[in-house]
């Protein structure tokens, strides 16, 4: 089945860039998402990019595919201490019948330091 | 976008008890999704709630385990039935439509004692 990669934590000084990774097996894969879960709270839609893309800015964040190495990553400039949070990277396969159903990876817990 | 809203928010039970959790969102949707996520752990698909019909539950679950209602495009409830505390976890449920922007409610915090 498909498989979705995410390193645990990552740690970054406030005003720095933080890089968050991801990698997925599932070759089908038709939309990426990035996910942001604060403690205690659902889950917010960052953003999300579609397989046939490489790149996608939006203000602070950009997301950035290689759909050859199936990675995706999610850089977030200038990180202030409310970044702070879980990021969660899901895929979208593609299974013909128009399902929407998106596979989790395990999130990366974002700390920003001072 | 999409509003989703979840009742109720959390509650503790005690085993062998059920429990419905409701989710409401502000226009209509083609998919909706329950999720659970355990302490400290990534999401786990439950099923799809397929309006005017039975549910597709993920491998692992079950209908008389997590029966779930979908009677229209905007409201869906999901049953934890006869719990232990095995269950205790965050209940999320999605909505999707055709831009394919798939959002979630705030979760539904359960303990089972």
């Known amino acids: 089945g498909e498989d979705v990669e995410q390193s645990l934590f990552l740690s970054v000084r406030e005003g720095d860039s933080s890089v968050i990774n991801c990698t997925y097996t599932?070759?089908?894969?038709?939309?990426l998402y990035w996910y942001k879960q604060e403690p205690g709270a659902g889950l917010q839609l960052l953003t999300y990019?579609?397989?046939?893309?490489d790149m996608k800015q939006d203000q602070r964040l950009t997301v950035l595919l290689n759909k050859k190495d199936k990675h995706l990553s999610l850089r977030i400039a200038d990180t202030q201490t409310g970044d702070s949070a879980i990021y969660f990277c899901?895929?979208?396969?593609?299974?013909?019948?128009?399902?929407?159903?998106?596979?989790f990876g395990k999130g990366t817990k974002l700390s920003v330091i001072p | 976008s999409a509003v989703i809203s979840q009742k109720p928010s959390r509650d503790i039970c005690q085993r062998g008890t059920s429990l419905t959790i409701q989710c409401q969102v502000d226009?209509?949707?083609?998919?909706m999704f329950w999720y659970r996520q355990q302490p400290g752990q990534s999401l786990t698909l439950i099923a799809t709630?397929?309006?005017?019909?039975?549910?597709?539950?993920e491998s692992g679950f079950v209908i008389d385990k997590f029966p779930i209602s979908r009677p229209n495009l905007t409201f869906s409830t999901l049953t934890v039935s006869n719990m232990s505390p095995e269950d205790s976890s965050i209940y999320l449920c999605?909505?999707?439509?055709?831009?394919?922007?798939?959002?979630f409610g705030p979760g539904t915090r359960l303990t089972v004692t």
């Open positions: 899901a895929e979208r396969g593609d299974s013909g019948a128009g399902s929407y159903q998106l596979t």
């Open positions: 990019i579609f397989s046939n893309m």
């Open positions: 999605s909505a999707g439509d055709a831009t394919y922007e798939q959002y």
């Open positions: 599932d070759s089908s894969s038709t939309y």
């Open positions: 226009s209509q949707v083609t998919m």
């Open positions: 709630a397929n309006q005017g019909s039975e549910a597709t539950y």
